[in-house]
């Protein structure tokens, strides 16, 4: 029997992801979608790639059918979330919460970066961290209380952390980071991680043939990619825009302490890293030399990384591409819906991305 | 039990976007993917996004075992065509060939054209034309053949005149178009439809922000409409380079009769085109108004398609989308092998575009 | 001594176009530039570019300078040209407007199109068309009306208009053109074409990677070709958007009548088109066999032609290129302003694009 | 009387964008124009934006011409400027090389990042490195050795040089870098960064659409930025390939010493810097929480320059934009010749990008 589920926020990129996806999905029937801006309107009308194969159309945020879901997909603004969340729970629906308002652990940190108040707090105690690769006892636990028939909360991880931790974690993990040294993150996304709002950064004439930082030193993310990686304070992010579409790339500069500096070779660590992903269908670690373009995981739910070595500078340059709306958004957390559900993580996502 | 298939000319755009598709085919298994030029690589190490996915490696054309083969699909420049296909036949392997060389019906007009002798004219008597909408009978009949053991030979329609037959064929058939008159297609391509040769043309500095045509008054796929429509020397065609990877846009202007002209009203002509396309999965006839963007149907065998009126002028304007590479190439072979197979003509096939 | 020139309108895409030019032009001072959306902002906060090397602010479009000025360039939407300019005519000030307001002779078919009254017809009478090349004596005779201390007002061209009627103009003049017969025009133009207002289609991540036409039989560029051509109802044109930010391609199908259609060769058709355009320093005649790129002309004031011969279907196509900012908007503009104020009509214009 | 000037290699990228600049710069005559690979050809057959305006054609490098000029601009591959020099040095010709052959003061240096000899290792000695913004007084004696009568020899800094140097050098200078520390420099160059080389990554379908790393931990810019810093074995450089023609963004992350991380403001970092190119008319330095986009400078010879403060992680983000193929090679060559012919550093040369 389907699963049940719908997508609250339907019409921003990463909700119209989650919609190609989940329409197609084996096991999950979309039965609502919303948009209070598009509500009425149909999803052909509005992204004309579903003309004449997809009868959808959008419903406000308020929809019943809500409350009747199995699942539900959340791609809100954050506070949005915060004001949906607690009455889906209650209602017994799990959630897959792709906005940040669950993500970070500590309500004052929270507060801090976002500047308005946590209101409901408790649920961060509880709530899953959505990032499969390296929460994956989390997200199993998770798919425990589902079965026993408790509602669940994943907060899915974004998309700048979820490229920036899946590139930087093995190598943290493996105790390689030099002792208080700050972790340098220069990453680029493509437009969609700006989002659908039309405005003077997102026009065309803008944003083509140019390349810009932006939230330089005060990216929300940064505070999330600490987080994860266990290291608060010591983390430099700087997002870049670049004229694609889709696509993260993360370049990832981890000063190493003396031993392993001396000790490492390239081709140890790569070796690390495919023991660290071993199993783990979406993430792939390039060969030695090798460093991945965003356009070969474009589309697909797919994370790959590539490794660099300066022994002398004692810095391990590791570059990690994702689809911003796919691994980065609307995939994760269908990703984390299987698991949840009991699936295997790889039903319905795309592992290939188109090769030209 | 699966049915065997091979590419051969595997490594460039078409040839690759058959392999992307036939690799998640339910029904083929891809068995040999061949490429004189990078024989001996690694799929993944010539297109990154299979990198970890796909074990596969280049063989060169003569390898053995694609005469063991059920199907093969030709990805091969004209007269490469010409000199393996009587081989396969012969063989027992049926043929869908993505190259000119089987196209025309008349040796001459392919002599003219192309500039070199037909060798194996007596093919083109029974090979079966591969434009699934409009051939559907003959297609139909080549699946009988094939059911009944006979090696099968399809000659698939070229990228712009797929697009432009397509767009054109209904008013065609109607008996609209005004006697004598000259359809003139001026068409968009992007620049997969270059193919992969790296030159002066194909550079990113030279394609990027360029709008060009190119072959004015001289391009191939001239013939090919005019058989197609059945108007020869009664096409003018002129194709455009714009600066985007996969996509082609055909406007043709249809020159109508005085009756039809002034009975004719949008609406009526939206619904010819739509009982024409009645039961095509992949061909959507958009409501009177609206255009098709090439970004609706990139990545998929879709094919979308807009229809005006210019009443004054006697005019039927019509734009059609498709995908340059899947249902201007390898998309549409595969639909013809599947409707061979005797297989429903969906299978395997992407019905939707990435929404953004 | 310096001409002062304004521009109002000066934040849109034609306008700063018209500042960009202005600001280094020999004989004409920039005095003023007005925006009522962005007043009271330095141009460097609304186009970077200017940072640390001009120190102009946009003032509102009722700027008591503006009047004061020798000549205004109208960089605003239709209508609103109409309720500005009797006033700066009467005011003495020279205008140059690149608004639709002006342009078309009969105000009939301007009711017709813009579905407004036209409010100052009596002005369609004595305004001068600006397209140089082609109505050079209107021009010259504007040229010695300002002489003798009368304003000025020059209605210039719009960018389809202008590279469509330079592809076509001398062909048509020639009386090549066969009795009765339409004239299929299908044209394609950057971004920027759609001006600075963002929207759903100018966002960047639906611009990109697509290709539409739109405006099909019904865009306003229409009547002001045919009334250029002197062909009413004898046009059907097509515009489409490309992913670039700069340059226009007119594509022009001239159907030929059955004697010049005979003895007519390529060479002879260029040999015609190079003398129509013998002294005219922006417009370029390719070779035989050579059609122009978008990029060759982009940034520049240049208008680059090719053409080919099909004489079994008789037809000419012509493309004709242009950056439609510059030779299509405001570098026209400014050309049409040097030979107003007598001034060579080179000065301060760009002839060459960038070439990479 | 005019300069007289020839540039070998004009055919590349860099070459014909000596060209564009020269043949419209007021004291500098353009006499020759070389290229092996396209001799015999026009400037205009091969960039077309030149048909009509120029009548330059390519002679090869040995071109006696070249040896009868003031100052010959080298475009070649590094070791082809090494072959070269001397004998034009020998004929009293003053050379701007846009090479690495004689940027690196230490051969030995030269000798491990290229992997071939230095064979006039005495030049590197009495070169001027042209970065007129930071080695200004040794542009200004090689002013005073030209004035002399001495022919001069400038090797001219990189593109990722330029733009990484102008935007760390201020702060490096000001003793602000943590003592021992490395500095971490990721940039994004546009494909023109890559070279008129047609080949797999230069072509458009490889390049669109993707972001990827590329020579990661040993690129050979970093001894060059390392020179200039004065930072031997303490850089960190990682460049990226973005799909744009052209820009160079470089985001330079300087760890700073406990003192200045303490007591410094943005506001305070921002003039300092604008001290430090006070009277520089091409360096911006833009206001405290801007950073720049490269298409506000893409065609000129501007640099943009952006800062941000970390305060918790002792960091100073910087980001400096420029054009790679004008300040970061063409642009900045003529500067430097401009001030060893004694002239205004800025003649001839775009100080305004196009705004849009």
Same mark, same amino acid.
């Given at each position: 029997?389907?699963?049940?589920?719908?997508?609250?926020?339907?019409?921003?990129?990463?909700?119209?992801?989650?919609?190609?996806?989940l329409?197609?999905?084996p096991?999950?029937?979309?039965?609502?979608?919303?948009?209070?801006?598009?509500?009425?309107?149909?999803?052909?009308?509005?992204?004309p790639?579903?003309?004449?194969?997809?009868?959808?159309?959008?419903t406000?945020?308020?929809?019943?059918?809500?409350k009747?879901?199995?699942?539900?997909f959340?791609?809100?603004p954050?506070?949005?979330?915060?004001?949906?969340v607690?009455?889906?729970?209650?209602?017994?629906?799990?959630?897959?919460?792709?906005?940040?308002?669950?993500r970070?652990?500590?309500?004052?940190?929270?507060?801090?970066?976002?500047?308005?108040?946590?209101?409901s707090?408790? $649920? &961060?105690? #509880?709530?899953?961290?959505? @990032?499969? /690769? +390296?929460?994956a006892?989390? =997200?199993?636990g998770?798919? *425990?209380?589902?079965?026993?028939?408790?509602?669940?909360?994943?907060?899915?991880?974004?998309?700048?952390?979820?490229?920036?931790?899946?590139?930087?974690?093995?190598?943290?993990?493996?105790?390689?980071?030099?002792?208080?040294?700050v972790?340098?993150?220069?990453?680029?996304?493509?437009?969609?991680?700006a989002?659908?709002s039309?405005?003077a950064?997102?026009?065309?004439?803008?944003?083509?043939?140019?390349?810009?930082?932006?939230?330089?030193?005060?990216?929300?993310?940064?505070?999330?990619?600490?987080?994860?990686?266990?290291?608060?304070?010591?983390?430099?992010?700087?997002?870049?825009?670049?004229?694609?579409?889709r696509? $993260? &790339?993360? #370049?990832?500069?981890?000063p @190493?302490? /003396? +031993?392993?500096?001396?000790? =490492?070779?390239?081709?140890? *660590?790569?070796?690390?890293?495919?023991e660290?992903?071993?199993g783990?269908?979406?993430?792939?670690?390039?060969?030695?030399?090798?460093?991945?373009?965003?356009?070969?995981?474009?589309?697909?739910?797919?994370?790959?990384?590539?490794?660099?070595?300066n022994?002398?500078?004692?810095?391990?340059?590791?570059?990690?591409?994702?689809?911003?709306?796919?691994?980065?958004?609307?995939?994760?957390?269908?990703?984390?819906a299987?698991?949840?559900?009991?699936?295997?993580?790889?039903?319905?996502?795309?592992?290939?991305?188109?090769?030209?």
């Open positions: 029997m389907a699963i049940k589920v719908g997508v609250v926020g339907a019409a921003g990129y990463a909700g119209v992801e989650l919609v190609r996806l329409i197609s999905h096991d999950f029937e979309l039965t609502a979608i919303t948009s209070n801006a598009d509500a009425g309107q149909s999803l052909a009308s509005v992204y790639a579903f003309a004449g194969v997809c009868d959808l159309a959008f406000t945020h308020d929809d019943p059918i809500i009747t879901c199995d699942a539900v959340l791609a809100v954050h506070t949005a979330a915060l004001a949906a607690p009455g889906l729970l209650a209602a017994g629906v799990s959630v897959f919460d792709l906005s940040a308002d669950y970070l652990s500590d309500p004052a940190v929270y507060e801090k970066w976002y500047a308005t108040p946590h209101t707090p408790e $649920l &961060l105690a #509880t709530r899953t961290f959505g @990032l499969p /690769e +390296i929460f006892e989390d =997200l199993a998770a798919a *425990v209380r589902h079965a026993a028939g408790e509602a669940t909360l994943v907060a899915c991880a974004g998309c700048y952390p979820t490229a920036t931790s899946l590139g930087a974690y093995p190598a943290i993990d493996a105790g390689w980071l030099d002792d208080g040294a972790v340098i993150v220069d990453a680029i996304s493509g437009v969609t991680g989002g659908k039309a405005n950064r997102t026009h065309y004439c803008s944003a083509d043939e140019c390349v810009e930082a932006y939230g330089v030193c005060k990216h929300r993310h940064t505070p999330e990619i600490e987080q994860i990686l266990g290291l608060p304070d010591h983390v430099v992010f700087t997002p870049h825009l670049a004229p694609l579409k696509g $993260l &790339l993360s #370049t990832i500069n981890i @190493l302490a /003396e +031993i392993p500096a001396q000790e =490492l070779t390239l081709d140890m *660590v790569v070796e690390r890293y495919r660290f992903y071993e783990r269908p979406f993430v792939r670690v390039l060969d030695a030399g090798q460093m991945p373009k965003t356009s070969s995981v474009a589309g697909s739910n797919a994370c790959q990384i590539g490794l660099a070595l022994k002398t500078a004692r810095m391990l340059v590791v570059t990690s591409a994702i689809d911003n709306l796919c691994k980065g958004a609307a995939g994760q957390a269908i990703q984390c299987n698991v949840v559900f009991g699936l295997d993580e790889r039903r319905g996502l795309p592992l290939i991305a188109m090769p030209v």
